[in-house]
Every structure is written in C-alpha cells, then in structure tokens.
C-alpha cells in the first residue's frame, strides 16, 4: 500500500502543478483538507477513499479507473 501511495502521490503532484492548480484549491474541490492532501502527495499518507480518487481524476482530466488503480484502489462498481 505504501509504495502504491508514494507513486499516487507523487503522480498527483505531478499532475497538479502541470495544470496549475493550487493544494488548497484541489482539496476544497474535492472535499479533503490541504494538509491531508499534501501528506498524500508526499507519499506520507495513503491514498484517499475511492469518492475523492475518482473525483481526483475529473479535475486532472484523468480515467477514473487508471488512477483508482494507482492509487490500490478497487472500483465499487465491479462485479464481486
């Protein structure tokens, strides 16, 4: 999970400044605080629940499945 979360984090990073989109301005988006935010990206928390990771890839203009997958995350919608 960590090593999953370091490369999320710092992909999102990556993403983020590549779009010019503020910390802050990306949390609020999505509704989780910078500080959490900032950790991810660092790779010093995991990755947030599947709602925010989806909601993630719509602002950064990303598929939603690519980036629960880089985040180890498993879509709620698929068949069990």
Do not use: C
């Not at 010093?44 to 990771?53: C, D, G, H, L, T």
Request: overall charge positive; charged content about 20%.
């Amino acid at each position: 999970m960590v090593e999953h979360g370091s490369r999320f984090g710092a992909h999102l990073r990556k993403l983020r400044v590549q779009r010019g989109i503020g910390l802050r301005k990306l949390a609020m988006t999505i509704g989780i605080s910078p500080t959490y935010l900032s950790m991810v990206e660092q790779g010093k928390m995991p990755p947030p629940a599947e709602r925010q990771v989806v909601a993630l890839a719509k602002v950064l203009g990303q598929d939603k499945d690519v980036f629960l997958a880089m985040a180890g995350r498993i879509p709620s919608d698929l068949p069990a």
